[in-house]
Structure formats: structure tokens, C-alpha cells
């Protein structure tokens, strides 16, 4: 569904599965630095949104996902994923709960399978799972990566009017890289450990009772050394374009990891995220899609923990 934001003012849309909603409005380098000012919004209208009401939600939530879900307090936003028994992620969403029902979002077309694999675990649980249509993601600028809003898609228009200037998701994505954030599905594969990417505290409470794939995350956890990392490329900025998502990274001539999201941003130039082998030696000069790119950690090789300051 496409957001009606794109009436506004030089509202050009995005592509792929951010075909929905604005990928700029005229200038995205403009957009860039209201954002890092504190200043206006992004559209994440197209981002899925489910409910999980019930007496039992978050006990079972608890019992189903990485996040410490029992006793969570109103009001409090909390990201979880769900992993397979090998430890593997195979969801990632981001909700609030107000006392009556958890409410989350999650990637543009990721939200039916969340739901139906929720379904098939409520067994007896006082539980209801379903998917919102009439609900909106937006994402606002402050402290620890900023917050998110849910909106009623009757009142977007009058959200955007209040909370302007609008920026789009080019803007949001550049400073989303440069804060060493991954994005579920395109900064992930279907290998990816919550160790590999900095979810652990973020995503992962260590501190909770057992759930599906944690041995795995404990054991790396405890062991250290994931079998791949997170960086940051500064891509050389001779060649205007960016890498494709999923373009192989190299190092003298051998891949070694994949490249996700990329933007330009106002003051790094060409970034990117990608996932690397552990043991490639963290000043090595790497290669994607023909261009030269130094890397910044922003996971630990050897304990598998964030490093990077959220700004």
C-alpha cells in the first residue's frame, strides 16, 4: 500500500520493498542533517505491524523469543527475535506493550510468516495474533537511535503536518549505517547468529530462562570468537554508485563475507554494512562490487559484542 505521504512536496518513491513510502523529498543531504539535528520524521509506513493481546502475551513471548518479556512496563519499547534451534535468526520485530496488547513492526512483508508461526506455538496459551492494517510506523530522531510512533493511517497526514520536515528513507538508512544498526533480511542471511551483528543486549537479554536457539547464543557468548562480524565500509567515493545488496566482499582476491545496506551520507560519503569473515584482520582493505572499502569494527571479532556508540 503506498503511503499517501508521497503527495507531499517532492516526495520521490523508494525502491524494492521501500517502493511504499519516500526515499526523499527533494534532497536527501538536506534530510541527513535535520535528522542528525533532532529536527523532522521518516515515513515507515510500509513496515508490517502485528498485535499480540491476551492475559498470557508476554509470559509467553518470554518463554518464545530472546527478549525479557515478563514484567515488561507499559510504555517501554523492546526489540526480540525469534531463532531456530540452531541459533540461527529467523525473525526480528520491534513493539511496545500498553498494558492491554503487544504491538510490534517488523520488515515490509516479514509480518505474515511472524504471524503464522506465532499461531502454530499459542497451543493453550491466552493468546490472539494478528496483523494490523490500520496502524503506521514512523520513526523519529533522538537519543539511543531515536524512537518509533504508531500512527493511525487515518491521521498520517496531519502526524507529517505536526512533525515535520519530512525526510525520507535515504536519509534514515545513511544514519541507521553509520550507527552500526542491521537491518533484519538485508544485513542478515539465513546463517546469521544474534553474536555475528551486535543483538546481544539489544535483541538478546542473557539473563532470562531458556528459549529456542540459545545454547548456541550462550555458548559464543561465553566462548567468544562468532564465526563472522559486523563492519562498517568507508567505500571508496571515485565511482558514483553503490554496491548491490548482497555483492561478495573481498580480501586479496578471496570472498569472504556479503555486503547489505548502503547509502550516502552527508559527512562519510559512500557507506555500507557488511558481514565478514571473524578472522579477517580488522584494518584489511576490502574489495565489493569493484571498489575499495576500509572497514570500521562495529562488532568485536573476539567477543561478539557492539562497539559502536549509537549517536
Same mark, same amino acid.
Given at each position: 500500500? !503506498?503511503? #499517501?505521504? @508521497?503527495? /507531499? ?7 524494492? $520493498?521501500?517502493?511504499?513510502? &519516500? ?12 535528522? !542528525? ?14 498485535? $499480540?493481546?491476551?492475559?498470557?502475551? @508476554? ?12 514484567? @515488561? ?38 509480518? #505474515? ?17 494478528? /496483523? ?25 497526514? !496531519? ?22 544498526? =542491521? ?10 547468529? =544474534?553474536?555475528?551483528?551486535?543483538? $546481544? ?16 547464543? &550462550? ?7 562468532? #564465526? ?14 553503490? =554496491?548491490?545488496?548482497?555483492? #561478495? ?18 559527512? /562519510?560519503?559512500? $557507506? ?32 561478539? @559484542? ?6
Amino acid at each position: 500500500m !503506498a503511503s #499517501p505521504l @508521497l503527495a /507531499l512536496p517532492g516526495a520521490v518513491a523508494g525502491d524494492g $520493498i521501500d517502493a511504499p513510502v &519516500a526515499a526523499h523529498y527533494g534532497s536527501f543531504n538536506t534530510e541527513q542533517r535535520s535528522l !542528525a539535528r533532532g529536527d523532522g520524521f521518516v515515513d515507515l509506513s510500509h513496515r508490517d505491524v502485528l498485535r $499480540i493481546s491476551g492475559p498470557d502475551r @508476554l509470559g509467553w513471548l518470554h518463554n518464545l523469543t530472546t527478549q525479557y518479556f515478563e514484567g @515488561l512496563a507499559p510504555g517501554t519499547w523492546t526489540q526480540a527475535l525469534v531463532l531456530s534451534p540452531q541459533g540461527h535468526v529467523e525473525h526480528a520485530f520491534t513493539g511496545v506493550d500498553d498494558g492491554e496488547a503487544f504491538t510490534a513492526h517488523t520488515e515490509p512483508g516479514a509480518g #505474515p510468516a511472524l504471524v503464522e508461526w506465532l499461531e502454530r506455538m499459542k497451543f493453550m496459551t491466552r493468546v490472539e495474533v494478528g /496483523l494490523v492494517d490500520d496502524l503506521a510506523v514512523m520513526w523519529r530522531p533522538g537519543e539511543a537511535g531515536g524512537r518509533y510512533d504508531f500512527v493511525p493511517r487515518e491521521r498520517l497526514e !496531519a502526524y507529517a503536518e505536526a512533525a515535520g520536515p519530512a525526510a525520507g528513507l535515504w536519509a534514515f538508512e545513511a544514519l541507521r549505517i553509520e550507527r552500526g544498526e =542491521p537491518r533484519f533480511g538485508l544485513d542478515t542471511d539465513h546463517r546469521t547468529i =544474534p553474536n555475528e551483528v551486535g543483538w $546481544i543486549g539489544a535483541a538478546v537479554h542473557l539473563d532470562k530462562g531458556c528459549y529456542r536457539g540459545q545454547e548456541t547464543v &550462550a555458548r559464543v557468548h561465553t566462548l567468544g570468537r562468532p #564465526p563472522r562480524r559486523l563492519v562498517l565500509l568507508h567505500l571508496d567515493g571515485s565511482e558514483n554508485r553503490l =554496491p548491490a545488496a548482497g555483492s #561478495p566482499v573481498s580480501h586479496d582476491g578471496r570472498d569472504i563475507g556479503f555486503v547489505g545496506s548502503s547509502a550516502r551520507h552527508h559527512e /562519510l560519503g559512500p $557507506i555500507a554494512l557488511a558481514v565478514v569473515k571473524r578472522n579477517v584482520p580488522v584494518d584489511a582493505t576490502l574489495a565489493v562490487d569493484g571498489m575499495p572499502a576500509a572497514q570500521e569494527v562495529v562488532v568485536d571479532p573476539e567477543v561478539g @559484542l557492539h562497539v559502536r556508540p549509537l549517536r
